[in-house]
């Protein structure tokens, strides 16, 4: 995970925002929670929002707040849907 955010803000080696996410997934399958958040911005700058929700949803499931709050942030945009927002919220508590 950490090596994924300097790859990615260029801290201490060049920046290399393909090996910042190649960092991210290892350090997402691996269990850290903050990773597969950072994975769900990602999907969400790139466009790509159903994955950005799948993501925060896994990372809110595994008790990341910020991930649940980015979820309700999309279920109010009309992103996510109310379904992935209750799951969400479930799995949080």
């Given at each position: 995970f950490n090596l994924g955010n300097a790859y990615d803000l260029g801290e201490g080696i060049p920046q290399d925002s393909a090996k910042a996410l190649r960092q991210w997934e290892r350090a997402a399958t691996q269990g850290s929670v903050s990773a597969r958040h950072n994975l769900g911005i990602h999907e969400w700058d790139?466009?790509?929002y159903e994955r950005g929700v799948k993501h925060f949803l896994i990372a809110a499931k595994m008790g990341a707040k910020i991930s649940l709050d980015s979820i309700k942030d999309m279920f109010v945009e009309g992103v996510a849907s109310k379904e992935q927002y209750a799951d969400a919220?479930?799995?949080?508590?």
């Open positions: 790139q466009g790509n919220l479930k799995g949080y508590q």
